[in-house]
């Protein structure tokens, strides 16, 4: 079995300053691990992704995550929040190749951005 | 298109109606996927086609939920006598292979009243 914890329903970070999201997750097998981005009324965007190899991810506009296998996390970073960051903030995973689509959502992350 | 479409973009429904709820994916992407986002449960996976068969229903609620895909394409997912518990967005997203990126669609905000 696999699940998904993000600590933190609702973020409030300061314009410029620095963006944690925390995502953790308990499985198995190694999984493959996704962060998606939900602005209000669209869909889910991709912001990056772990599959193997190097363990510090980096992806669309200027976010990016670490693997840490012993800590069994994936959190979300980014040094300075802009406006346009504000959205909703989703952890996921995948278990194995032929249910790479098959994701475990975590329960989101609300992020407001104060000026 | 270039992207995942759903429709209708809204429904809303009459408990103990049926619904259909429509989805086209990016041309060329062999796997479909049915989420539902709703407020108590969160992101909650459906079901999964591969081409026209679905291999892992496992996510479907109760059998009053079904869903086809026809040629490879258009997927419909149905609600028969919907509940006020089935009122949720309902995303689909489309993949090309494993590996590449999931691509999601605006969904389909259903009210059931």
């Known amino acids: 079995a696999q699940s998904v914890t993000q600590l933190g329903s609702h973020v409030s970070v300061s314009e410029g300053a620095l963006v944690l999201l925390r995502c953790n997750y308990s499985s198995s097998v190694p999984p493959y691990l996704f962060w998606y981005v939900q602005y209000p009324n669209q869909g889910l965007q991709l912001l990056l992704k772990?599959?193997?190899?190097?363990?510090l991810v980096k992806g669309i506009n200027g976010f990016e995550a670490e693997f840490k296998k012993s800590e069994t996390s994936f959190h979300l970073t980014k040094p300075s929040a802009h406006m346009s960051d504000a959205a909703e903030y989703f952890c996921?995973?995948?278990?194995?190749?032929?249910?790479?689509?098959?994701?475990?959502f975590g329960a989101g992350t609300q992020v407001v951005v104060t000026p | 298109g270039a992207g995942v479409s759903q429709s209708p973009s809204n429904k809303v429904t009459e408990k103990g109606k049926d619904v259909e709820l429509r989805c086209d994916p990016i041309?060329?992407?062999?796997?479909l996927y049915w989420y539902r986002q709703s407020l108590g449960q969160g992101l909650e996976f459906l079901i999964y086609?591969?081409?026209?068969?679905?291999?892992?229903k496992s996510g479907l609620p109760s059998d009053r939920f079904s869903a086809e895909r026809t040629g490879g394409s258009v997927s419909t997912l149905t609600i028969q006598r919907t509940q006020q518990e089935d009122s949720a967005v309902y995303l689909c997203?489309?993949?090309?292979?494993?590996?590449?990126?999931?691509?999601f669609g605006p969904g389909t905000r259903l009210t059931v009243t």
């Open positions: 086609f591969q081409g026209n068969s679905a291999p892992d």
């Open positions: 997203a489309s993949l090309r292979d494993p590996g590449g990126e999931q691509y």
């Open positions: 996921a995973v995948s278990l194995t190749t032929d249910s790479w689509g098959k994701l475990q």
């Open positions: 772990y599959t193997t190899g190097a363990t």
């Open positions: 041309s060329g992407h062999t796997a």
